[in-house]
């Protein structure tokens, strides 16, 4: 099929001297086609255009597209600002560390990550945390033989996000109900009556936020509450500068956020791969039979190379965060132009994730790309995750339960004799924007 373009937009212009691409409709530019095909979008575009060119983002006007590597380095530059991300999802994302820059940025950061970093998560026990729900899902996809996979990582990783923030398994419904709401900020227009999404998602944000605020506040009083909470609190606490409780809520929010559809993402595609290729499928048997049991520590992930290869590739090939959105502050080179102060950029980690200027046959899943190198990760070879002072705060959390998740699913089905199959196409229905993601009809067999 062919892109979702305007075809009465075929007008070839420039604005600033860069290329607009054709095929815009009126008020939502090009959604449509960057959210069906994107990958496509932006081959199409650098084939016809060259390496700079404007996709209209609707009602968040013109973003500049950058295909040369110079972009990526662009993430650690001082004069490129964040704050766009707060301007195009000001109800999500406004407040929250990942619009803001500088001081601000900086102070916010440090309270939180060390909570998120190997050390952290091994002393708060978090895999300990995570293993038996891991377990106990994967057991219940072999009782009933087929699931539909999207559906059900997004449900799992909702439960150990959740987990991770001491929510008790009993409020769990009603965080369901809630974030699900919580979600429709996203794409609700911007109608504020009631029982549209936008109220809906308002109140939702506003009940999310109370009950953090009281999580917050049982830290503080060393109630019982376990989970990352209240490291962070005692971290926010001991800061230089005070940081206000609405800080810390909006980001304990964002935590939330980042860390749900991005994850269930990979690790859905992480089960079609290995459903579709079987030689992966039983070279991960072999090193879960060799483990013997799901690791619960960083220290344990050095044992299981191929788990962590099969992280590392899924996400090359499938990233779920496509495009990220910056602002130059002052003017500045990008590849072959001058870019002045104010232009508003997206930075498409997406093209760069299957670059043949980064990686041999970008576009072929190969393993042994991870299992074979010998030097250490290099900032480019986890792009997927952003880089410079943004770069993802999860990261350590997310390599941590895939893992957990590769082995948990090995053992359990090939104990049953069962490996999990593809039961449609794989290729239909995929999504890339605002994250990227499978299909939400896709279907695994266990057989
Ligand atoms: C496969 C999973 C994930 C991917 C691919 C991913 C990707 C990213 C990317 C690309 C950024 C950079 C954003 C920017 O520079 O504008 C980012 C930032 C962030 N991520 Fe993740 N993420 C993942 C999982 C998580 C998890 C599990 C959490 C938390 C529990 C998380 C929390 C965050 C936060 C808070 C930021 C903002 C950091 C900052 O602005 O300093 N992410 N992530």
Same mark, same amino acid.
Request: charged share 20%; net charge negative; proline share 6%.
């Given at each position: 099929m062919d892109m979702l373009l305007n075809p009465l937009n075929r007008r070839h212009r420039l604005w600033h001297d860069i290329p607009v691409v054709p095929g815009a409709f009126p008020l939502v530019g090009h959604f449509p086609a960057m959210v069906r095909d994107l990958p496509r979008l932006l081959r199409r575009a650098e084939r016809t255009l060259g390496s700079h060119f404007w996709l209209n983002f609707g009602p968040a006007g013109h973003l500049m597209i950058c295909v040369d590597p110079d972009a990526f380095a662009l993430l650690r530059h001082k004069d490129v600002s964040s704050a766009l991300i707060g301007e195009m999802a000001p109800e999500l994302l406004g407040g929250t560390l990942v619009a803001?820059?500088?001081?601000?940025?900086?102070?916010?950061?440090?309270?939180?990550?060390?909570?998120? +970093?190997?050390? &952290?998560?091994?002393?708060? &026990?978090?895999?300990?945390?995570?293993?038996?729900?891991?377990?106990?899902?994967?057991?219940?996809?072999?009782?009933?033989?087929?699931?539909?996979?999207?559906?059900?990582? @997004?449900?799992?990783?909702?439960?150990?996000?959740?987990?991770?923030? =001491?929510?008790?398994?009993q409020d769990l419904p009603g965080w369901h109900r809630k974030y699900r709401q919580l979600l429709q900020l996203i794409v609700a227009p911007p109608i504020d009556l009631p029982g549209l999404p936008l109220r809906r998602g308002r109140a939702a944000r506003d009940w999310i936020d109370a009950q953090l605020r009281q999580f917050v506040r049982d830290a503080r009083s060393h109630a019982a509450r376990? =989970?990352?909470?209240?490291?962070? %609190?005692?971290?926010?606490?001991?800061?230089?500068?005070?940081?206000?409780?609405?800080?810390?809520?909006?980001?304990?929010?964002?935590?939330?956020?980042? &860390?749900?559809?991005?994850?269930?993402? #990979?690790?859905?595609?992480?089960?079609?791969? +290995?459903?579709?290729?079987?030689?992966?499928?039983?070279?991960? %048997? /072999?090193?879960?039979?060799?483990? @013997?049991?799901?690791?619960?520590?960083?220290?344990?992930?050095?044992?299981?190379?191929?788990?962590?290869?099969?992280?590392?590739? #899924? +996400?090359?090939?499938?990233?779920?965060?496509?495009?990220?959105?910056?602002?130059?502050?002052? /003017? +500045?080179?990008?590849?072959?132009?001058?870019?002045?102060? &104010? *232009?508003?950029?997206?930075?498409?980690?997406?093209?760069?994730? *299957?670059?043949?200027?980064?990686?041999?046959a970008p576009d072929e899943f190969r393993l042994e790309r991870w299992l074979q190198r010998t030097e250490p990760i290099r900032p480019v070879d986890m792009l997927q995750f952003g880089a410079g002072p943004h770069v993802c705060i999860g990261y350590h959390l997310v390599w941590l339960e895939l893992v957990q998740f590769c082995i948990a699913l090995a053992l359990t089905m090939h104990k049953a004799g069962v490996r999990p199959r593809l039961l449609n196409d794989a290729e239909k229905g995929q999504r890339y924007y605002p994250t990227a993601h499978p299909s939400m009809t896709i279907c695994i067999g266990f057989s």
């Open positions: 803001q820059d500088g001081g601000a940025h900086r102070q916010a950061r440090d309270a939180i990550k060390a909570a998120l +970093l190997p050390k &952290g998560l091994t002393q708060a &026990g978090i895999g300990d945390l995570f293993a038996p729900v891991i377990r106990a899902r994967v057991q219940a996809w072999r009782d009933r033989g087929d699931v539909t996979i999207l559906c059900e990582t @997004g449900d799992l990783m909702l439960k150990l996000i959740f987990s991770l923030m =001491g929510i008790p398994a376990t =989970g990352l909470i209240s490291d962070m %609190v005692s971290a926010f606490d001991r800061s230089d500068d005070e940081l206000s409780d609405d800080v810390l809520v909006a980001n304990i929010r964002l935590l939330l956020l980042g &860390g749900h559809e991005t994850t269930a993402s #990979t690790m859905a595609w992480m089960v079609i791969e +290995l459903a579709r290729q079987p030689v992966l499928w039983d070279a991960l %048997v /072999e090193e879960a039979q060799r483990v @013997g049991a799901v690791p619960t520590r960083h220290a344990d992930l050095a044992h299981c190379p191929v788990a962590e290869a099969l992280f590392r590739e #899924t +996400l090359r090939l499938h990233p779920p965060v496509t495009l990220l959105p910056r602002r130059t502050l002052q /003017e +500045l080179q990008l590849g072959q132009r001058r870019i002045p102060a &104010g *232009t508003h950029l997206g930075i498409p980690l997406l093209h760069f994730s *299957t670059s043949p200027l980064l990686h041999e």
